[in-house]
């Protein structure tokens, strides 16, 4: 048996308007829906559902009720589900329409999408809580799967959703980490007892989320048939773990470019060959044995050409602002103001520290599509003036940091 394990992220982040120093102290809105195009949450989310979450949502709900064996897992985010309620029910209901068919997994992460695990474990456990209990709410469904944000993973990862009770855990199929092995298989990480961890296979994901719509890429242009003829030619694997931002289709990759022709013949082309199937990461883990054990001392993520964590900490500007937005926790915590610290959860969002990125080349490029600033030294200052309207109103609590 061979499964195609396909898992979708969705996830928008609150973004920090053009805030100015001299606001300081004076207005708290820093995520507002006003003001230019670049920053409005409301008018980005409404473009992001017409283009991608609508329309992906009609034609995966098509294949579902066409293809018995078709199914898929999501991610989304808290800040998302948010975003959906307030201006996009429309969306929101489509993506409960998905849930609702019982083939479609959820999966488990912090709900601001942050980098807390490495800055503070009780942080990250309350917002690993708040998305369990978002989702929950609106979908009826427990994760049993976890992926840590931008699929940061590392041994402490893999051991923590271990004794959390998991059952498996979500990660970038390196080959640095791997080696000789391939990610078409299920592993076991080491120093855990009971959790699977599946692995990106990045190179037939990222021919999907990101070549596919390059007119010089030398397999352009990329059906369905010959994607199936790729995976079949591997006889020996169990499962293609084909992981991607929910946006690929019809925002990062527009609907001109036959991105949903593609989705919508897939699995008619794989179902084709007996044996083979569709599973979500829950199934996986429950189908097939650990090949082998997985070592990964080292943070490894699915961002950029190092796959590390320098996409978001790999600069001064980044080390400092998270390090001065995580000592506010305590004292902030303390206050009990839950608008301050609804704030502050906000700020922690991962996407604040990867438009202060600095990286240049291929890398920069992608930085600068995605980020809704001039420049990264933009991001840094809008941040900053953000966290420091967090001390004043702290200040105003008589609380001294």
Request: charged share 25%; with cysteine.
């Amino acid at each position: 048996m061979k499964a195609i394990v396909l898992y979708l992220h969705v996830h928008q982040p609150y973004r920090i308007r053009h805030y100015t120093a001299l606001e300081t102290g004076n207005d708290h809105s820093y995520f507002s829906a006003s003001g230019d195009t670049l920053t409005n949450n409301e008018k980005i989310l409404h473009k992001v559902a017409e283009k991608s979450y609508l329309p992906t949502n009609h034609k995966l709900l098509q294949l579902l009720q066409e293809y018995p064996e078709f199914k898929l897992s999501l991610s989304i985010t808290g800040t998302i589900l948010e975003q959906l309620e307030r201006w996009s029910p429309e969306a929101l209901q489509s993506f409960k329409n998905l849930v609702a068919t019982g083939r479609v997994e959820l999966v488990a992460e912090t709900y601001y999408h942050s980098l807390a695990f490495f800055y503070s474990r009780s942080e990250f456990e309350k917002q690993v809580d708040l998305h369990r209990e978002k989702v929950q709410k609106l979908f009826g469904q427990t994760p049993k799967v976890f992926r840590n944000t931008e699929l940061c993973y590392n041994n402490d990862i893999a051991y923590w959703a271990d004794k959390a009770g998991y059952k498996g855990v979500l990660a970038e199929g390196w080959d640095k980490v791997l080696g000789w092995r391939s990610p078409n298989y299920v592993y076991q990480p080491t120093y855990t007892e009971n959790i699977k961890l599946l692995m990106k296979n990045y190179k037939l994901s990222d021919d999907i989320a990101f070549r596919f719509g390059d007119h010089t890429w030398a397999e352009w242009p990329l059906t369905a048939d010959k994607f199936v003829h790729w995976l079949n030619s591997d006889p020996n694997a169990t499962n293609f773990d084909l992981f991607m931002d929910y946006e690929t289709f019809g925002e990062h990759q527009w609907d001109d470019t036959g991105i949903f022709d593609f989705l919508h013949h897939l699995p008619k082309e794989w179902l084709k060959t007996d044996g083979n199937t569709f599973m979500t990461v829950s199934e996986a883990c429950d189908a097939f044995k650990p090949s082998d054990q997985v070592d990964v001392p080292n943070t490894v993520t699915w961002a950029d050409t190092e796959r590390d964590l320098s996409a978001w900490l790999g600069n001064t500007m980044q080390q400092q602002a998270i390090l001065a937005l995580y000592e506010l926790q305590a004292k902030l915590l303390g206050t009990n103001d839950q608008s301050l610290i609804e704030d502050w959860r906000r700020l922690q969002t991962s996407d604040h520290f990867y438009y202060m990125c600095t990286k240049w080349w291929n890398d920069g490029d992608i930085h600068a599509y995605f980020s809704p600033y001039d420049t990264p030294y933009e991001a840094y200052m809008n941040f900053m003036n953000a966290y420091h309207d967090l001390r004043f109103r702290l200040a105003e609590k008589g609380v001294l940091v």
